[in-house]
Nanobody, 118 residues
Framework: QVQLVEAGGGLVQAGGSLRLSCSAS????????MSWFRQPPGKGRESVAQ???????KYADAVKGRFVISRNNTANTVYLQMNNLSPEGTAVYYC????????????WGQGTQGTVYS
């Protein structure tokens, strides 16, 4: 069974930073791509950033210029560096592996809470 485990959430003041990590139980190249999503309180889940196996990143407009997604293929880990956070960044952050080739569907982590206070 493929597992994704997030870490790095926490409480931070507006303007501060958090660095999330997502560790996979297998080689992350077996996923078509890796992504971060978030779900703010009372809202639906939204895409934040994606990184392909060729290391090409893609960002939601709301986070461009502030968030950076990266990957360490040797460690089977994906990161999300979040800078200049605002209270609107308060959410549960989820790691996602596009597993259409691997297992026919998405693989999700359990989520990690990030809270930004003003």
């Amino acid at each position: 069974q493929v597992q994704l485990v997030e870490a790095g959430g926490g409480l931070v003041q507006a303007g501060g930073s958090l660095r999330l990590s997502c560790s996979a139980s297998r080689n992350i190249f077996t996923f078509d791509s890796m992504s971060w999503f978030r779900q703010p309180p009372g809202k639906g889940r939204e895409s934040v950033a994606q990184i392909t196996n060729s290391n090409r990143p893609k960002y939601a407009d709301a986070v461009k210029g502030r968030f950076v997604i990266s990957r360490n293929n040797t460690a089977n880990t994906v990161y999300l560096q979040m800078n200049n956070l605002s209270p609107e960044g308060t959410a549960v952050y989820y790691c996602n592996g596009d597993g259409r080739t691997l297992c026919g569907g998405d693989v999700w982590g359990q989520g990690t809470q990030g809270t930004v206070y003003s």
